[in-house]
């Protein structure tokens, strides 16, 4: 059995990450003068042995591993090339382009709250806070548009079934408009939609054509009518010349692996790596969609995103494990590299640039093409397949802020 990061352990007993900004008022952080504590390193997935299980003796007695299934063969993807329009790029000393929207518009005015369809709702949203989040997009223009969002409380991440959400749309980042009303699912209700399975409290909802999204960014707001507990997804509609820069997010942009698993605990809120947010604006304002890839549990899609405004990193998009536990080792790996080979075949080329600090990270960028020139690992003693080792983020702002503009 591969071994499990300690969201593992965590996801079933606590849940004071869940819930995006809008839900709770995340209290003052500092930065952590050192780690507290170090995991053991992921063994190279070359090895033919097993990775061990992690035993954290912290919480031995309050909860049991929770095995993670690995899947070794790659997702499904197109082979047909997509076509990509040739875009002008402006020349190296051009201007920079627009900073990424924020989308942090002021919430849209929800409609009056209204009572519970069922008594055992009540069972459900005592049991702890909300923990609902939504399901980031990269869409091409042509592609089919759904809003997806879970909705489940407390440490055991219990649904939210068979309930009224009502759901907002910031169009561009810039206006709000309602789109409607949806009702959370029962289990396997529904057809699985862009690799989100439904196991129960989910919306999936068809965006109308009347209401169709253009290229861009947008932002989706679903409101539990119970209750007025929130969900957001972002989703990206690809421009035919669009660029994205990947990154994963423990111990690449945390001060450790570890880190957030402390916050969990009442710690200080993780602090960044030196000089990486500078390193990621950038390549922003070249144009490069940042892309935060990150083998968490889904629980943490929200607190993700989250920790990227704390911080001052650029908006980006987030993908987490669409799991209760998130993962390392081998189901790390697969699942990195069938996110980033979905996403080549949407923009019609391999993300260009690439930044991760494990094994996991270096074999599912050289597995879903990232070039070894763009790839770059912090802090890295493994094999980094070609890739470029980076001691400090500091010396990368000024090389990654030259080169062709992608302006949108």
Same mark, same amino acid.
């Given at each position: 059995? /591969?071994?499990?990061?300690?969201?593992?352990?965590?996801?079933?007993?606590?849940?004071?990450?869940?819930?995006?900004?809008?839900?709770?008022?995340?209290?003052?952080?500092?930065?952590?003068?050192?780690?507290?504590?170090?995991?053991?390193?992921?063994?190279?997935?070359?090895?033919?042995?097993?990775?061990?299980?992690?035993?954290?003796?912290? @919480?031995?007695?309050?909860?049991?591993?929770?095995?993670?299934?690995?899947?070794?063969?790659?997702?499904?993807?197109?082979?047909?090339?997509?076509?990509?329009?040739?875009?002008?790029?402006?020349?190296?000393?051009?201007?920079?382009?627009?900073?990424?929207?924020?989308?942090?518009?002021?919430?849209?005015?929800?409609?009056?709250?209204?009572?519970?369809?069922?008594?055992?709702? $009540?069972?459900?949203?005592?049991?702890?806070?909300?923990?609902?989040?939504?399901?980031?997009?990269?869409?091409?223009?042509?592609? /089919?548009?759904?809003?997806?969002?879970?909705?489940?409380?407390?440490?055991?991440?219990?649904?939210?079934?068979?309930?009224?959400?009502?759901?907002?749309?910031?169009?561009?980042?810039?206006?709000?408009?309602?789109?409607?009303?949806?009702?959370?699912?029962?289990?396997?209700?529904?057809?699985?939609?862009? %690799? @989100?399975?439904?196991?129960?409290?989910?919306?999936?909802?068809?965006?109308?054509?009347?209401?169709?999204?253009?290229?861009?960014?947008?932002?989706?707001?679903?409101?539990?009518?119970?209750?007025?507990?929130?969900?957001?997804?972002?989703?990206?509609?690809?421009?035919?010349?669009?660029? @994205?820069?990947?990154?994963?997010?423990?111990?690449?942009?945390?001060?450790?692996?570890?880190?957030?698993?402390?916050?969990?605990?009442? %710690? /200080?809120?993780?602090?960044?790596?030196?000089?990486?947010?500078?390193?990621?604006?950038?390549?922003?304002?070249?144009?490069?969609?940042?892309?935060?890839?990150?083998?968490?549990?889904?629980?943490?899609?929200?607190?993700?995103?989250?920790?990227?405004?704390?911080?001052?990193?650029?908006?980006?998009?987030?993908?987490?494990?669409?799991?209760?536990? %998130?993962?390392?080792?081998?189901?790390?790996?697969?699942?990195?590299?069938?996110?980033?080979?979905?996403?080549?075949?949407?923009?019609? $080329?391999?993300?260009?640039?690439?930044?991760?600090?494990?094994?996991?990270? /270096?074999?599912?960028?050289?597995?879903?093409?990232?070039?070894?020139?763009?790839?770059?690992?912090?802090?890295?003693?493994?094999?980094?397949?070609?890739?470029?080792?980076?001691?400090?983020?500091?010396?990368?702002?000024?090389?990654?802020?030259?080169?062709? $503009?992608?302006?949108?």
């Amino acid at each position: 059995m /591969a071994s499990l990061k300690p969201w593992a352990l965590l996801s079933l007993t606590l849940s004071a990450c869940s819930g995006g900004a809008d839900q709770a008022n995340p209290g003052a952080t500092r930065d952590a003068a050192t780690d507290t504590f170090r995991l053991p390193e992921i063994p190279d997935l070359n090895q033919d042995a097993g990775v061990a299980d992690v035993l954290v003796t912290a @919480v031995d007695a309050l909860v049991a591993d929770v095995p993670v299934t690995a899947v070794d063969a790659p997702v499904a993807v197109e082979d047909v090339p997509v076509a990509v329009e040739d875009v002008p790029v402006a020349p190296d000393g051009a201007a920079l382009c627009d900073e990424p929207p924020s989308c942090d518009a002021a919430a849209p005015s929800p409609s009056a709250m209204t009572s519970w369809r069922h008594l055992t709702t $009540r069972v459900t949203v005592a049991l702890g806070s909300a923990r609902h989040r939504g399901r980031d997009l990269f869409l091409r223009p042509a592609d /089919a548009q759904w809003g997806i969002a879970r909705f489940a409380y407390g440490p055991a991440d219990d649904d939210l079934t068979d309930e009224d959400v009502e759901i907002f749309l910031l169009r561009g980042c810039r206006t709000w408009e309602r789109l409607g009303e949806a009702r959370t699912t029962r289990d396997g209700a529904h057809a699985t939609v862009e %690799g @989100v399975v439904d196991n129960g409290g989910i919306v999936y909802f068809p965006i109308p054509e009347s209401a169709r999204l253009g290229v861009g960014r947008h932002r989706l707001r679903y409101v539990v009518r119970g209750d007025r507990t929130v969900a957001d997804q972002y989703i990206e509609v690809l421009s035919p010349g669009a660029h @994205v820069a990947v990154t994963d997010v423990d111990g690449t942009l945390t001060e450790s692996e570890t880190a957030e698993w402390i916050t969990v605990f009442g %710690g /200080a809120s993780p602090a960044v790596n030196a000089g990486s947010p500078e390193a990621l604006w950038a390549l922003a304002r070249r144009g490069f969609i940042i892309f935060y890839l990150t083998a968490r549990p889904e629980w943490l899609t929200a607190r993700t995103h989250q920790w990227t405004r704390e911080r001052a990193l650029p908006s980006g998009l987030v993908h987490t494990m669409l799991n209760l536990t %998130g993962a390392t080792g081998a189901p790390a790996f697969t699942f990195k590299r069938d996110e980033l080979l979905i996403l080549r075949s949407r923009l019609g $080329r391999p993300v260009e640039y690439g930044f991760g600090n494990t094994d996991t990270d /270096a074999q599912a960028y050289d597995a879903a093409g990232v070039p070894a020139s763009g790839a770059y690992y912090y802090r890295f003693t493994g094999d980094r397949r070609g890739g470029q080792l980076n001691n400090d983020y500091r010396a990368l702002a000024a090389p990654l802020s030259e080169g062709p $503009r992608y302006c949108r």
